[in-house]
Structure formats: C-alpha cells, structure tokens
C-alpha cells in the first residue's frame, strides 16, 4: 500500500514529479523571502530576521487568542530580544511590506500570464492583452495630472484597468467572426487608444513635478508599499487567484480547438469570461498598486512549462511559486544594487529578454 493515495490509486509519475518540483520551489521561495530582508543599505543577520518575524508572528496570534473568553496565552514565542529597535524597524515597517507586495505582484501577473496564454492558444500573450496595464497606466498618470494622492492615484489606475478590459470585451462580443481573434484585436485596438492619451497626458503634465512622477509610475516600483495597500488590494487578489486555481483545469479544455472544446461538454463563453473577470481583476490589482512590469507575465508560464509541461493544473501552481519568487529577488535587486532604487520594469527587460530568448532556442516545439 506504500505510495499510495487516500483513495487507494498510485499516483501518476506526471503528477509525483509536479510534486516534487512544486515542493522544491516552495523551498526556493522561502529562501529568497527570507534572503530578501537581509539585503540592503542596512543589513540584517538572517538570524535576527528570523526571531523578529517568529516573535511578531507570535505576539500577534498570542494577541488573537487572549481575545477569547477565558484564555491568556501571551506571546506564543516568547524570545529573548537580541536585535535592536532598528532591526525590528527595517525588517518589520520597510522590507516586510515590499516583499509582501512584491510577492502578491508576481503571483498575479504569472497567473494572469498563464491563463491568458491558455485562453487564446498564443504563448506570446500577456497580461496587458486585452489592454488592463494600459488602462491602469491611463487612469494614474490623470490622477496625479490632477492632483491627486496615492490613494487616489491607485484607485484611479484599478477603475481604469477594470474599465479598458470592459470595453475590450464589449468591442469584441459586438463584433462577427471568431470570439477569441476579436478579443486579441479589440485589445489592441483600446490599448493603442489609451497609450496615446497617456502620451498626452505626459505632453501637458508639469515638467517639473507631474511628468516625474508619471514616468517613474509607469516603470513600476514598490516603493509605496505599505499595509494599507496590501490590505485594500489582498481580497481581490486572493479571491482572483483562488478562482483561477480551482478551474485551472479547464484551461486544458480552452486550449483545444473549438470543435473538441465544444464537445467536452462546458460552457465556453461563459468559462472563458470568468477567466477573463478573474485575470483583470488581479492584473488591474497588482499594477495599480505598484505600476507597469513587464516581462513577468510573459516569461514565468514558460519557464513553468518547461519544467512540468503544458497541463495547467501543474502549470498555475508552479507559476505562482516562481512569479513571487522572480519578483521578490527583482525587488531585491532593485533597491541594492545601485545607489538609487530602480525602477522595476527596468530590471525585468534586463533580466527577462536575455532569458526569454533562451527559452525560444530550447524550446521552439512549445510555441508552434
């Protein structure tokens, strides 16, 4: 009885070896999430990074449960203070916010990126397809046109986002021929149109506030990250990328051609839009809260690929794993090594195309 599952079947070697890899990137994203808060200007021995997350994370639950009637438990993790308030500050107030956004960021543009591309059969499709990064890009740089605060800015982005996406699909159930192709070309079409009035946008900021802060908007950066971000943005995130998770299994199905799609038995416009909804909806969430990135949604489902195959429902949790743990060490790297913080989407193309070329060379097969 040795190897097998609860319901008596042995598993697949498919699925065992899917397994395993997914268990060795959660290492692997533990090791950079843990990595990540001792690199910096101020650094921190990975010890001390450890006990002060242990002692918060305990205090905190300790502090949940002497809520109920009857209990005083205390702290759960009753450590010695060996680091300083500095520490705690750095690791706590600075660097546990990013790397929290960092990786919600780069678990939703890999997921989006991954359903897309199953979505409309095309490996060179991204989460900007149907116009989402544009639309967010368009709504932030008009609401620091006018003056308005991060909040405001991020808000405007997310509406924008969700509003592009809407029209797309409006455009494209409209018009005849073949759902999917109008989708492509209806994003396009938005996407262009909301480019050029960032262009402009851009023409008549002010050059010496406005256009700056535009321009490094656009190039990403999670520089504002904060709780408050994180907590206005988590409940759609998390519940677009649940929904994603759960059906995964039908963007096998989507995959197919449309005769065999039809003849599973599913309803495909209606499976295909709640995709649709639950890829935007994380997209439009993870650009407004820290601006344009590229690469992340188009390279992660690859590197996916090659390494547990086409079947999505091994596809979406490998890419989960490795967009958070691209996008934390892109973060990383964004704020050590150089003496000002670049931007995001810069180091993303550095790092992304190079990559991505490669891939193409390895695996031709996988983009016919």
Not at 178 to 190: E, H, P, Q, S, T
Not at 314 to 340: H, N
């Amino acid at each position: 009885m040795h190897g097998r599952n609860r319901h008596g079947k042995t598993p697949s070697p498919s699925r065992q070896n899917a397994a395993g890899k997914l268990a060795a990137l959660g290492a692997l994203l533990l090791a950079v999430f843990l990595l990540s808060f001792c690199l910096g200007r101020y650094g921190v021995p990975l010890d001390q990074v450890v006990r002060v997350l242990l002692y918060r994370l305990g205090a905190a639950l300790g502090g949940l449960l002497d809520r109920l009637p009857g209990v005083d438990v205390g702290p759960l993790f009753p450590l010695e203070a060996t680091w300083t308030g500095q520490m705690e500050t750095v690791v706590m107030q600075i660097r546990l916010p990013r790397i929290i956004m960092a990786c919600l960021v780069g678990c939703c543009l890999a997921a989006a990126g991954s359903t897309y591309q199953g979505i409309f059969q095309n490996p060179m499709a991204s989460p900007d397809i149907l116009g989402a990064s544009s639309g967010a890009a368009f709504g932030a740089a008009l609401a620091i046109l006018l003056g308005g605060r991060r909040q405001t800015v991020t808000l405007s982005a997310f509406f924008f986002s969700i509003l592009t996406v809407a029209l797309v699909y409006l455009l494209a159930t409209r018009a005849p021929g073949k759902r999917v192709l109008n989708l492509v070309l209806a994003g396009i079409m938005v996407s262009s149109l909301f480019t050029s009035a960032t262009s402009y946008i851009k023409l008549v900021a002010d050059p010496t506030n406005q256009l700056p802060e535009i321009t490094y908007w656009l190039m990403g950066s999670f520089t504002s990250a904060s709780y408050q971000k994180i907590l206005i943005g988590c409940p759609l995130i998390v519940a677009g990328i649940i929904i994603i998770y759960l059906l995964r299994w039908r963007l096998n199905i989507l995959s197919l051609s449309e005769d065999e799609a039809k003849a599973s038995g599913i309803n495909l416009p209606r499976t295909r839009l709640i995709f649709i909804l639950a890829s935007t909806v994380i997209t439009a969430s993870a650009v407004s809260m820290c601006g344009q990135v590229g690469w992340i949604g188009l390279l992660i489902p690859h590197c996916a690929r090659m390494l547990v195959g086409s079947n999505n429902r091994y596809v979406i949790p490998v890419s989960l794993s490795l967009g958070a743990s691209f996008m934390i060490l892109i973060d990383t790297l964004s704020r050590t090594i150089s003496i000002i913080e670049l931007p995001l989407s810069i180091l993303t193309a550095i790092i992304g195309a190079p990559v991505f070329i490669t891939l193409l060379n390895k695996n031709r097969s996988n983009l016919r």
